[in-house]
């Protein structure tokens, strides 16, 4: 078994595929870090202003999962998604779109 094979077995860890992506990203920060490399590589510290209040060690923990579920890469000068982080970031983009529609609709109903 080559190290790749390792790691995803330890982050599927017997569930379903879905289900562990989803765990991965529903992790704290997770999907900001996904966010903020959608358009292109970032150095820790940037990676970090861009982020907002995400502390260094939290930062490193989540870049350390996602780099070992395949979807973040070390790259000279920071961190960039991978060719599969790229495919997750354009995934998300009709929940992006959504989520917009979304807020203005709960802006426009009276409560």
């Not at 060690?57 to 000068?77: F, K, N, Y």
Request: hydrophobic share 40%; glycine share 10%; net charge neutral.
């Amino acid at each position: 078994m080559n190290d790749n094979q390792g790691c995803a077995s330890s982050i599927l860890r017997g569930r379903r595929p879905i289900m562990a992506l989803l765990d991965l990203l529903g992790q704290k920060w997770a999907l900001r870090v996904l966010w903020e490399l959608r358009d292109g590589a970032m150095s820790s510290r940037a990676l970090r202003s861009a982020a907002g209040d995400i502390s260094p060690t939290v930062l490193q923990s989540r870049i350390h999962e996602l780099r070992d579920a395949g979807i973040v890469e070390r790259v000279d000068g920071g961190y960039s998604l991978t060719p599969l982080g790229l495919e997750l970031s354009e995934a998300f983009m009709p929940l992006y779109r959504f989520a917009g529609k979304w807020a203005d609709s709960l802006e426009r109903e009276p409560r």
